[in-house]
């Protein structure tokens, strides 16, 4: 049924993928607290390594040796299996998604996507909306009022984004007719006037904000809010569960930079001179710093606000845009 | 003025009312609110801001075991025994003013007089535990012999913690390579003070 080949093509493929994303996403806390501090004019992360490059490790370290808490009255099963739901449907939801044009190495045509499904584009986002379920089992599970409240908060948020998201990319593929995420990109060959951003630049706002939610990035991180909630679901983590609920969000973050990258920016399509790879990286390197950037400038958004924004303003907005992309095909 | 007008709470004329903007009343004009409030771009310069401080990279952090602060002449830390420039010997001629003045009762002297007749001080010590760095003691003392330092890092074991005379006297290989400093002054400003001069919050 299945060649061998491609079942080692594949398991390679996925391992290589979950290898790079994690480590990745472990560097991407290092480029935030960086980020952040010379924002705010500090100095971040300095004295583990040169520049503190080496407080990864050291973060790492303290993650994976740190007495793993569990409380007396918490869930304890659910308890255990909710960080792993959220870091697993964070690595799992990236199995549809391409990252770099297909290339040729020791004469074999890799293709740096796990799985071209046609319905790409509705698994990416429903596996990402299972996510929920972490925090959300999380907070129930915990026997603390705090996590019960982000957990909460963390329903909330999804009913409303998940609404805005999916009928915000409605607009999009109706143009292209396809989910694949490799025809969209496809689709938009023709250098920086073809990118989809031109055409549907409303849809493009509206799935950057959904995605900023989607993310529990701030201005939308209700669901862990310090100031607010201390760490919301995760305040009764400790050690490596902790850390799995940090990698989830950070490849959550990756996973929504690149299907920005591809829905809307271009893709891996080579510009000018520069190759589709490093457009590839170069979009996504911009779309993390973004979520940074946005984290160190603007406030946050209490519950309700967000709430009422995404119920009364970005959904009748998406309606509208996927109305008036209907006329415009017919 | 009278009681009654310190008990007044109706001042209505008495407020200045700042020019704000209008609670909305109905729904339309919440909206339009909001609107008005998303294109304003307000939260673009937000993003302006905290980019152009990261380009500027005007980073203020002192990374503190490695740097350190100059303290100002006015600090008063860790006290200083002078030595006399032109000789070498102690400043301290024993008048024992810095004793009676010492508000915490941590100073205390010993004095004698040697074989040339001359009152010395044989021992001299303060106990850091019960000062409170008021600064009297050098205030009062007519010889300018002590005087507070910049040595601000003195965490102890113990709440009584003595400074001795040989740990506050300059050493004499200090004193002859000429590394003792003068005590500038009270209210002397410090040597970068030009460029720690800011604006009062009424300039902007």
Same mark, same amino acid.
């Given at each position: ?330 | ?77 860790? $006290? ?8 070498? =010997? #102690?400043?301290? +001629?024993?008048? %024992?003013? *810095? ?12 004095? $004698? ?8 001080? =044989? #021992?001299?010590? +303060?106990?850091? %535990?019960? *000062? ?73």
């Amino acid at each position: 049924m299945f060649d061998t080949a491609v079942v080692i093509e594949t398991v390679v493929k996925a391992v290589i993928v979950v290898a790079v994303i994690a480590a990745l996403a472990g560097f991407a806390t290092f480029i935030e607290r960086k980020v952040l501090a010379f924002m705010q004019r500090r100095l971040g992360p300095m004295h583990v390594g040169p520049y503190g490059l080496l407080q990864l490790a050291a973060d790492g370290i303290k993650l994976f040796t740190k007495e793993d808490i569990i409380p007396q009255n918490a869930v304890k099963p659910i308890f255990m299996i909710a960080p792993v739901i959220a870091a697993t449907t964070a690595f799992v939801a990236m199995a549809a998604v391409p990252y770099f044009p297909e290339f040729t190495l020791f004469g074999y045509t890799i293709h740096p996507i796990i799985s071209d499904i046609n319905v790409a584009l509705l698994y990416v986002m429903g596996v990402a909306s299972v996510g929920i379920y972490g925090p959300l089992l999380a907070g129930m599970s915990s026997a603390n009022k705090w996590s019960l409240l982000g957990a909460a908060r963390a329903v909330v948020q999804m009913l409303s984004f998940e609404v805005v998201s999916g009928l915000s990319v409605l607009a999009p593929i109706m143009m292209i007719g396809s989910l694949s995420l490799i025809d969209i990109n496809d689709a938009q060959t023709g250098g920086i006037g073809d990118w989809l951003i031109w055409k549907q630049p409303l849809a493009f706002v509206l799935f950057a904000i959904a995605g900023f939610m989607e993310t529990n990035r701030a201005p939308f991180d209700t669901v862990e809010f310090e100031a607010e909630i201390v760490a919301g679901y995760a305040t009764e983590y400790s050690g490596m569960r902790w850390g799995l609920f940090f990698i989830g969000e950070y490849a959550n973050m990756i996973t929504i930079s690149v299907l920005v990258s591809i829905l809307f920016m271009g893709g891996y399509n080579a510009f000018w001179f520069i190759p589709g790879g490093l457009m590839m990286l170069l979009k996504v390197s911009f779309w993390i710093f973004l979520f940074l950037w946005v984290r160190a400038a603007w406030p946050h958004v209490r519950p309700d606000q967000l709430m009422w924004v995404c119920w009364k303003v970005l959904m009748p907005l998406s309606v509208v845009n996927i109305l008036i992309t209907g006329f415009a095909l017919l | 003025m009278e009681l009654k007008d310190f008990k007044r709470r109706d001042i209505g004329s008495a407020y200045i009312f700042l020019n704000t903007e209008a609670t909305p009343t109905d729904g339309w004009q919440a909206f339009k609110r909001f609107v008005k409030r998303t294109i304003k771009g307000e939260l673009f310069v937000g993003l302006w801001i905290v980019l152009r401080e990261m380009i500027r990279f005007d980073i203020h952090t002192l990374q503190y075991p490695l740097e350190k602060i100059e303290m100002s002449p006015r600090y008063r830390a860790i $006290h200083r025994l002078l030595r006399l420039f032109e000789s070498g =010997s #102690e400043r301290c +001629i024993g008048c %024992g003013l *810095c004793e009676k003045i010492c508000i915490s009762n941590c100073i205390r002297m010993d004095t $004698h007089v040697d074989e040339k007749s001359r009152k010395v001080v =044989s #021992e001299y010590s +303060i106990n850091f %535990g019960r *000062c409170i760095f008021c600064g009297y003691c050098a205030e009062v003392c007519p010889e300018l012999a002590i005087v507070h330092g910049a040595e601000y890092e003195n965490a102890g074991e113990q709440r009584a913690h003595f400074g001795l005379k040989e740990d506050m006297l300059t050493p004499l290989d200090t004193f002859k390579a000429k590394h003792q400093k003068e005590f500038q002054g009270f209210g002397a400003l410090s040597a970068n003070a030009d460029e720690n001069i800011k604006q009062t919050p009424l300039a902007y």
